[in-house]
């Protein structure tokens, strides 16, 4: 059955990444997406210096130094490259970036982008284990206690207690107490949580009231769909809909709006 358990995990995978992956190409994309930070690029600066005499231009009927004008960021082809490649592809991407244009790239979206559109597109930048890091840090007390299968049964029902209180107020729910005991808690032992008996089925509920109701928990919404597009994102599609009657695509489409929107729909994929 290992073949099967393979498959699926591999149909669980929203982001695959490009099969023909080349950074160089990739950074230099969003580059000229993002060309205005900087100004003229290298490559420029490098010719104007080469040729500082004037350039005759017929539109004028003089002699001008032409230089192309930095244009406005191109946020979408900034969405087609970050949101169709993995997360290993990402970090390539990075280094090619501050290879050939002396730029940190993280750096350089936070510069360029704003609201919840950056939010999405930085949390796409980090390595998945500094991720974590930085939405658990609060939350991070110790280390699972992975190292042993007991379970302490009074522990996991006070656990699934504390979750479903915690849960109650999904919007303004208690983030640090599910971040605590999702994170800290063995395999073993959260299996005792009802909560976690079915993960994609939380995770369906998580990203369904995330977006029910006045207004969008935007930082949950980002969280479930970043952390998941390689690992189960499509299983938990299926069970959205199952639940909900209709797609998680058409809910963010109807929730959400503009680049950010466009982003998150790209990550997504595909209705099942």
């Known amino acids: 059955m290992a073949w099967w358990k393979a498959w699926i995990e591999q149909e669980g995978i929203a982001v695959k990444g490009s099969p023909h992956f080349n950074p160089d190409p990739d950074a230099e994309t969003l580059y000229k997406a993002m060309k205005g930070i900087g100004g ?5 600066s490098h010719q104007a210096a080469a040729f500082p005499f004037p350039i005759p231009s017929p539109h ?12 406005g960021t191109n946020e979408q082809a900034i969405i087609d490259v970050l ?47 500094r991720y974590e890091a930085k939405e658990l840090h609060d939350a991070m007390k110790g280390s699972r206690d992975d190292v042993t299968s007991f ?17 109650e107020k999904i ?12 994170c800290t808690r063995s395999a073993t032992h959260l299996l005792r949580v009802k909560c976690t008996r079915n993960l994609h089925r939380y995770f369906a509920e998580r990203l369904y009231y995330a977006m029910k109701g006045a207004g969008t928990c935007d930082g949950i919404l980002i969280r479930n769909i970043v952390s998941r597009s ?17 797609t998680l695509s058409s809910v963010i489409t109807e929730d959400t709006s ?6 998150l729909l790209s990550l997504v994929g595909s209705d099942p």
Do not use: H
């Open 171 to 182: 919007c303004g729910t208690d983030e640090m107490k599910f971040i605590t005991i999702l």
């Open 60 to 71: 004028w009927g003089c002699c001008v130094l032409t230089l192309c004008t930095p244009a």
């Open 40 to 44: 003229i690029s290298p490559l420029l």
């Open 258 to 263: 503009g680049d950010y929107k466009d982003a």
């Open 83 to 129: 949101t169709k490649r993995s997360n290993a592809q990402r970090q390539q991407i990075a280094k090619s970036f501050k290879a050939q244009f002396g730029k940190d790239l993280t750096e350089t979206l936070k510069s360029e982008l704003s609201g919840k559109f950056e939010r999405l597109i930085v949390a796409l930048m980090y390595p998945p284990y």
């Open 151 to 167: 379970v302490d049964p009074g522990l996991a029902l006070q656990d699934a207690q504390d979750l479903y209180a915690a849960g």
């Open 230 to 246: 390689e690992i189960d994102l499509n299983l938990i599609k299926c069970q959205f809909k199952e639940m909900y009657g209709k």
